[in-house]
T-cell receptor
Framework: DTGVSQDPRHKITKRGQNVTFRCDPI?????LYWYRQTLGQGPEFLTY????????KSRLLSDRFSAERPKGSFSTLEIQRTEQGDSAMYLC???????????????FGPGTRLTVL | LAKTTQPISMDSYEGQEVNITCSHN???????ITWYQQFPSQGPRFIIQ???TKVTNEVASLFIPADRKSSTLSLPRVSLSDTAVYYC??????????????FGSGTRLSIRP
């Protein structure tokens, strides 16, 4: 257990429905990342937050995707009008960013597996 | 954009030392090299990070030559529980760089009894 939790762990939905995932990072971590991972591939970056500010979004994040991190604590990732191609594992990670300490060590949650029927 | 190349898969036996090499020919001056391990249905887990020469912790060693265009993760005396996918990442922690940290497809390591 890394200290990062995600909810739900599994989600099955029908095409066209909206889904929302939650991530609770390690409490003192100021950065939070979302990734998507499909079978046999490594995690693909979606977006990340520095505190409550969303600083980067991947082009993979279409208009149907939105992420928030109110008050710089937990984060939610919403997918609207889901498509079968959205089926994947959605991973959340958090880190403590400190200048001069190399690349942040990211602590990953267990992921939410989404299946779109 | 620092891209990495690593073997798709490797096999070894319990008790052996395993070395996984990663190529990163266009690594930038500010980039660090980080390795993660991932088991099925779990998120990746940090193993080790380095900038140059050699880094060692309780689970692995990381060897980085002077030109930094490659790195080698060394796992001493592997066990069955080391069967996992190993990712080599190159990047820095600048504010605009998170999206440039690419996991790639990783190396699938299989350990046999």
């Amino acid at each position: 257990d890394t200290g990062v939790s995600q909810d739900p762990r599994h989600k099955i939905t029908k095409r066209g429905q909206n889904v929302t995932f939650r991530c609770d990072p390690i409490s003192e971590h100021n950065r939070l990342y979302w990734y998507r991972q499909t079978l046999g591939q490594g995690p693909e970056f979606l977006t990340y937050f520095q505190n409550e500010a969303q600083l980067e979004k991947s082009r993979l994040l279409s208009d149907r995707f939105s992420a928030e991190r109110p008050k710089g604590s937990f984060s939610t990732l919403e997918i609207q009008r889901t498509e079968q191609g959205d089926s994947a594992m959605y991973l959340c990670a958090s880190s403590l960013s400190r200048a001069g300490y190399g690349t942040d060590t990211q602590y990953f949650g267990p992921g939410t597996r989404l299946t779109v029927l | 954009l620092a891209k990495t190349t690593q073997p798709i898969s490797m096999d070894s036996y319990e008790g052996q030392e395993v070395n996984i090499t990663c190529s990163h020919n266009n690594i930038a001056t500010n980039d660090y090299i980080t390795w993660y391990q991932q088991f099925p249905s779990q998120g990746p887990r940090f193993i080790i990070q380095g900038y140059k020469t050699k880094v060692t912790n309780e689970v692995a060693s990381l060897f980085i030559p002077a030109d930094r265009k490659s790195s080698t993760l060394s796992l001493p005396r592997v066990s069955l529980s080391d069967t996992a996918v190993y990712y080599c990442l190159v990047g820095d922690s600048g504010y605009s760089s998170a999206s440039k940290i690419i996991f790639g497809s990783g190396t699938r390591l299989s350990i046999r009894p």
